[in-house]
């Protein structure tokens, strides 16, 4: 049985169709890439995942079990044992470092604060930032903020990691450094990852599968090296960043001309 599982899905706001028939599944343990170019539908997959939206039609099974279906119960349970890391991290500005990791413990335990400080401590080491527990995040440099926002996702141990474009506005030693942790920490903690995002030569080198999104439907699911390999269209010209391809420059809107002709 798979971990998470897309059957049919798709996606609508009103007429506007994002997703249609999205058919995939994630393995326990495996770390999947979403990817694909701006609007594709990437991180209305994400949100669809954390049930923030609801798909229009289509099942997503979570071990099993429709999503749409769990009791509010439930899908407490399924969030807590999700950890998201936000693009640009999404700390809370009028908390300390330690408060922002604690955050998540504090909401979802009824731990003593003395285990609180120890495992917040204990996280911080692991991203490579103790001794910053005391600091605002705005005297954090971008790297520094997103492994913060990194250290506070793992806080609870989470089964499901999910990366919302980690890597973007930071520099390449920052980025190099994001990607490592990324990778070590979701081996030690075993987790499922998903990760959506735009960058190809971090990425390609952490993950197990790419599942790669086109005009609302998937055009390629497969190992970083079959992509690299893939006659699609799509994917070729995202690879190579060719400013002609099936991806339109222009927004497919009526010339004055045509409009003129349709009154």
Do not use: C
Request: glycine letters at 8%; a negative charge; hydrophobic letters at 45%.
């Amino acid at each position: 049985m798979s971990f998470l599982e897309f059957r049919h899905v798709r996606f609508a706001y009103g007429k506007r169709e994002i997703l249609h028939d999205i058919n995939f599944s994630i393995e326990a343990g495996e770390f999947v890439a979403i990817m694909g170019g701006s609007g594709s539908g990437k991180t209305t997959l994400l949100r669809l995942i954390t049930r923030q939206l609801s798909p229009s039609s289509g099942e997503i099974l979570v071990e099993g079990k429709n999503l749409a279906t769990f009791s509010a119960q439930e899908l407490y349970e399924y969030r807590r044992a999700m950890g998201v890391l936000f693009q640009f991290g999404a700390l809370f500005t009028d908390l300390t470092v330690f408060d922002n990791v604690a955050f998540p413990l504090r909401e979802h335990t009824k731990l003593p604060e003395k285990i609180i400080r120890d495992l917040v401590l204990l996280k911080l080491d692991a991203v490579g930032l103790r001794g910053t527990e005391n600091l605002m995040p705005s005297e954090l440099s971008g790297g520094m903020a997103r492994r913060v926002a990194l250290a506070r996702t793992i806080a609870l141990d989470p089964d499901l990691m999910l990366y919302d474009e980690p890597f973007t506005g930071l520099d390449p030693i920052s980025l190099g450094v994001a990607a490592h942790l990324i990778t070590r920490l979701n081996k030690a903690l075993k987790a499922t990852g998903v990760i959506v995002t735009h960058d190809i030569g971090a990425s390609l080198s952490l993950v197990d599968r790419v599942v790669f999104l086109a005009d609302g439907e998937i055009v390629f699911s497969g190992s970083p090296q079959q992509m690299q390999e893939t006659e699609s269209p799509w994917v070729k010209q995202f690879l190579s960043g060719e400013r002609h391809g099936p991806v339109e420059y222009r927004y497919p809107a009526t010339t004055t001309l045509q409009q003129d002709l349709m009154i």
